[in-house]
């Protein structure tokens, strides 16, 4: 479950840096929200 909700947060990270259209420092929030999260997942193992 995290680990796809930390892929789809890259991918819209992604998409945010590609698009002309950026919200602030929204899109860097996503993206380390998605690193935090993969984190998580691989220390919790």
Do not use: C, Q
């Amino acid at each position: 479950m995290l680990e796809t909700i930390a892929i789809i947060l890259l991918i819209l990270w992604v998409l945010g840096l590609v698009s002309s259209y950026t919200v602030g420092g929204f899109i860097h929030i996503l993206l380390v929200i998605a690193i935090v999260m993969i984190l998580v997942r691989f220390i919790g193992r």
